[in-house]
């Protein structure tokens, strides 16, 4: 129930002293806005590098992980006993995924996935007169490798899409063309581990920035992969998946794993130290702004006491003249949550506008211009929430000591 | 006009600091319906502490409390403040009134908590009070503002604005001239006689004590 004598108690008194009341109100700006600004960058730099990674990487990965090591096989029939097996070796039965139509149809049929290519990956030498470096070769399907990587927003020379017409075309990274002093036009030669060589023409350059990639991989077309390896039209070394979210990638792996029979592994179970650093930030973030709000949180207690203590005659003869503990409470929780929310809007707003001014510093490096920066409303709406939970715990406990005044004892004198 | 509305049986109150000493000892008194009573004494002898009790604000004490047939003693905090505040209207020795608000609000404020009547009616009724205290022209000045004798008059007029059972007044005229102490004297004398409140004030006045219904003297925390 809300008593409106209550409630214009608590204006008369936030209004008659407004310097007080807006030095309490800055302390939950303050950590608001701070929260707002911390979590905006650290969402911003996690998102960053997630799109670096992800140019590179696809969110899952098929691929043939090679056999079992089968050979011990005596062991698998006799496990208690000691067996040795002189100069044992792992037999090689399969290599690549040879049943491609049927994994891609099977993936075809799956929600929460936004894209799939197929990829011919081949180790290489690349060699331009006597400069030799070796690398990998991506035979890709360029239209969804465009799509799964956004391929084509990294070509710094010619046209993604040409190489759908070029088997002879190759893509080189910028760092590999800078070794190997190639520029467009050229003739880059390439050859196989099993000795196959070719000849390739370079009609394109493309930067990821990240540097491991620029200086060794170079792309072909996918069938002019498979030419150079002398393997059918179904062969494949990778399936590369995208998915509508990235963090939330294992429901598909359990989905699939069954009816695939080649390895499916996640982005997060080959870079861990992606999600590592990642969840790191995120903890740092939270802990930082958590601090920040408690420290506000103890701003707004200090305050409220303060306040309590100037005004415990005021209190005293709210009692004397039938005012209950519980009215007393609700008086001074009342402008606690008040200056909860005037400060919580307040600091949404300078969140804002900090994490806008610091989106604009320049940071050059790996691609990027500015400083990274989100603007997520759920954190603004978190934030506020902390601000106003903060205050409501930084209101309480003065207000209920207020509520628990003996009004004779001061009275009195 | 002849029953009881208060009794207090036996009361007895010690102070522990600095030392242990008993200014109450065993006081038994009742007052009936619409009279007007005075509480005299000398200074020190223990009138603003029975006062205090009385009011049911202090309830540390021992024997009992009984007013309009409720007892009061051993009852909760919330209960009592919920009790002061429809039956009991009280004027403090040193008029306390709550500075950030003007006369007209501090005169409001019990009423409002009340809520028996609306935020007009209060606030008719309030100004009434106020013009009959001759305070209509300073109903909206903030109380820091107005002199002792003009808070003091405010104060009575806060504690009339319930229309409680009784009014307890610690030296209500105490800083007030010839003039308004006798405007508050008929005041009180009319509530007493025309709508049966009864009043309760204790005095350093003889001439104010003379006049009323009844007079109780105090002497060394007993009643003499
Ligand atoms: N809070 C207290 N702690 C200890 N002793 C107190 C306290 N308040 C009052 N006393 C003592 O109790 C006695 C009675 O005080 P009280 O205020 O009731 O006197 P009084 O009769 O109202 O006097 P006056 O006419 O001057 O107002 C006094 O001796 C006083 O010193
Ligand atoms: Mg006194």
Redesign the interface.
């Known amino acids: 129930m809300f008593n409106s004598i209550n409630n214009r108690i608590s204006q008369v008194h936030l209004t008659s002293d407004v310097k007080q009341t807006i030095v309490a109100m800055l302390g939950v700006t303050f950590g608001i806005s701070m929260y707002i600004f911390m979590t905006g960058f650290m969402s911003g730099v996690n998102d960053t590098q997630a799109d670096l990674a992800f140019s590179a990487l696809a969110h899952v990965r098929i691929y043939n992980d090679g056999p079992a090591d089968n050979s011990n096989i005596a062991k698998k029939v006799f496990p208690n006993d000691i067996i040795n097996v002189r100069n044992a070796k792992v037999i090689k039965y399969t290599d690549g995924i040879k049943n491609s139509t049927a994994i891609l149809a099977t993936l075809a049929k799956q929600k929460d996935i936004t894209g799939f290519t197929s990829q011919v990956n081949v180790n290489v030498f690349f060699k331009n007169a006597g400069n030799k470096v070796n690398g990998v070769v991506s035979g890709v399907d360029v239209t969804n490798e465009d799509k799964v990587y956004g391929s084509s927003k990294h070509m710094i020379q010619g046209n993604w899409n040409e190489l759908k017409y070029r088997s002879d075309g190759i893509f080189v990274g910028v760092e590999l063309a800078r070794v190997l002093g190639l520029k467009m036009d050229d003739n880059v030669n390439i050859l196989t581990s099993d000795g196959v060589s070719r000849n390739y023409k370079v009609i394109g350059v493309f930067r990821t920035d990240v540097f491991s990639v620029d200086k060794s991989k170079a792309y072909i077309a996918i069938n002019a992969a498979r030419q150079l390896l002398g393997v059918n039209q179904d062969y494949v070394t990778d399936i590369q998946i995208d998915m509508v979210d990235y963090n939330n990638t294992q429901p598909l792996i359990d989905n699939i794993k069954s009816l695939i029979p080649y390895k499916v592994e996640s982005w997060q179970m080959g870079n861990q130290q992606l999600v590592a650093g990642s969840s790191l930030r995120d903890t740092i973030a939270r802990a930082v702004s958590l601090t920040i709000l408690l420290v506000a949180g103890f701003g707004i207690y200090n305050i409220m006491n303060m306040t309590i203590n100037q005004k415990i005659r005021e209190i005293a003869i709210l009692k004397a003249m039938g005012f209950s503990g519980s009215d007393v409470t609700k008086i001074f929780l009342t402008q606690a949550i008040i200056i909860g929310i005037l400060g919580g809007c307040v600091g949404m707003v300078l969140g804002y506008i900090i994490s806008r001014l610091v989106n604009r510093v320049k940071f050059e490096i790996a691609g990027m211009h500015h400083l990274p920066m989100t603007y997520y409303p759920h954190n603004y709406i978190l934030a506020f929430m902390f601000g106003l939970i903060t205050t409501f715990v930084a209101g309480y406990l003065p207000a209920h000591k207020a509520s628990k005044i003996d009004p004779v004892s001061i009275l009195r004198g | 006009m002849t029953d009881t509305i208060l009794k207090a049986d036996n009361i007895v109150k010690y102070f522990y600091e600095p030392e242990k000493f008993q200014v109450l000892k065993g006081i038994s008194f009742e007052v009936k319906k619409g009279e007007f009573l005075a509480l005299i004494g000398k200074s020190g002898c223990g009138k603003?502490t029975l006062m205090?009790v009385l009011?049911t604000?202090?309830t540390d004490y021992e024997g009992s409390l009984t007013i309009k047939d409720t007892l009061l003693t051993k009852q909760s905090?919330?209960q009592l403040?919920?009790?002061?505040?429809?039956n009991i209207g009280?004027v403090?020795q040193?008029h306390?009134?709550?500075?950030?608000?003007s006369a007209l609000e501090n005169v409001m404020?019990?009423a409002?908590?009340?809520k028996r009547y609306s935020k007009a009616e209060i606030e008719e009724k309030a100004y009434k009070n106020l013009e009959m205290l001759g305070l209509k022209d300073q109903a909206l000045k903030r109380v820091t503002k107005l002199s002792g004798g003009q808070q003091q008059r405010v104060a009575i007029a806060?504690a009339l604005i319930n229309d409680p059972a009784i009014i307890m007044g610690d030296e209500p005229t105490g800083n007030l001239d010839t003039a308004n102490t006798q405007i508050v004297f008929d005041i009180f004398r009319e509530l007493a006689r025309e709508r049966n409140q009864t009043i309760i004030a204790v005095t350093h006045d003889d001439d104010f004590a003379k006049n009323c219904d009844r007079i109780i003297e105090m002497k060394d925390g007993q009643i003499v």
């Open positions: 603003s205090y009011s604000m202090d905090q919330n403040a919920a009790f002061r505040n429809e009280f403090f040193f306390y009134l709550l500075p950030e608000f404020i019990p409002l908590k009340l806060r």
